[in-house]
């Protein structure tokens, strides 16, 4: 398998794990429980064993809980906002909730593709 192959593979399984294989209540609760993420995070880093093995698994799969289960992309959001106080997900009041959720969204989807990406890429290195 090419390096290409296995981060277009990657980007597959992040899709397929954070959306296809995560139900309900691990979606909900993920932020509540450290054993939830952590079972949530196993069933979607299980495939990447395909495209990446041993301690850059382990990355992918220990990375996944923390962010998930902190919700860290919202951390992120505040920081560079500098809106610390904001109970909007880090933006202003008037930003629409609805808006808001789906730009915590895409950062946590960034923050997973980039760090699975990274891993996978280290992986395939000589």
């Known amino acids: 398998m090419t390096l290409e192959l296995a981060l277009y593979i990657g980007l597959l399984l992040h899709f397929v794990g954070d959306y296809l294989l995560q139900n309900d ?8 429980s450290l054993l939830v993420a952590a ?16 301690g850059w698994w382990l990355i992918v799969w220990g990375s996944h809980v923390l962010i998930d289960r902190y919700r860290l992309a919202v951390y992120w959001i505040k920081l560079v906002n500098w809106n610390w106080s904001s109970t909007n997900m880090g933006y202003d009041a008037d930003k629409p909730v609805w808006m808001s959720v789906w730009l915590m969204i895409i950062i946590d989807n960034a923050f997973h593709v980039l ?8 992986a395939f290195r000589p």
């Open 39 to 54: 079972l949530h995070a196993t069933i979607y880093a299980l495939p990447f064993l395909l495209v990446c093995w041993s």
């Open 115 to 122: 760090i699975n990406s990274l891993c996978i890429y280290l």
């Open 25 to 32: 209540f691990m979606a909900r609760e993920k932020t509540r």
